[in-house]
């Protein structure tokens, strides 16, 4: 159907969608036991608590007449929309989520998925950043991807190797200072 001719609203769920991280095509989805656990918390939170309240809401507008006019009205159905695609999202990425346990590299002095690595580039400046899963990063924690350059450079290495990272100002050395892992977890 032409979208020229459906009702606003009909079709644009990708509109405004929040852009989200792309899987490189033939990889696994890995994931810390602890960024599974989370994205199971909350994907459970938006359907046992959020969704069943907006409803409750919109519900309510829908009572109140002229929809067309009803914020709370337009506003719920926007907000349904939003958790509706964020439950598909999480949903999705459980499904194909490989849980990987950083813990059982304990003790080892080889960076793998789950690590916590210190580096220093080739001007002297050190860094730490733990290797974590698409779907579980936050770079404000100091954190990166599994798949981002600097992940890629330093999976497999080990401490006092030099890798090389190709960057948009030019190829730079990282030199491996240290390589943490978490305890394992007591049964």
């Known amino acids: 159907?032409?979208?020229?001719?459906?009702?606003?609203?009909?079709?644009?769920?990708?509109?405004?969608?929040?852009?989200?991280?792309?899987i490189p095509a033939g990889a696994k989805n890995y994931i810390t036991p602890q960024g599974c656990a989370r994205l199971r918390a909350e994907l459970l939170q938006l359907i046992d608590e959020e969704r069943p309240k907006v409803v409750d809401v919109v519900h309510?507008?829908?009572?109140?007449?002229?929809?067309?006019?009803?914020g709370d009205?337009?506003?719920?159905?926007?907000?349904?929309?939003?958790?509706?695609r964020r439950i598909r999202f999480l949903t999705k990425r459980l499904e194909i989520a490989e849980v990987v346990d950083p813990s059982v590299h304990a003790g080892s002095d080889q960076v793998f998925f789950g690590a916590t690595v210190t580096y220093a580039d080739d001007l002297g400046e050190e860094r730490t950043v733990t290797i974590l899963g698409i779907d579980e990063v936050d770079t404000g924690r100091q954190q990166v991807s599994w798949v981002s350059p600097v992940a890629r450079a330093l999976l497999k290495a080990r401490v006092g190797d030099e890798v090389a990272l190709q960057t948009p100002a030019g190829p730079r050395t990282l030199e491996v200072l240290g390589v943490r892992y978490p305890p394992p977890a007591r049964a």
């Open 73 to 84: 009205y337009l506003y719920g159905k926007k907000r349904l929309r939003e958790i509706d």
């Open 1 to 22: 159907m032409n979208k020229a001719f459906t009702r606003e609203g009909e079709g644009d769920e990708d509109d405004d969608a929040v852009p989200t991280p792309q």
């Open 60 to 70: 309510w507008a829908a009572l109140n007449g002229d929809r067309s006019e009803n």
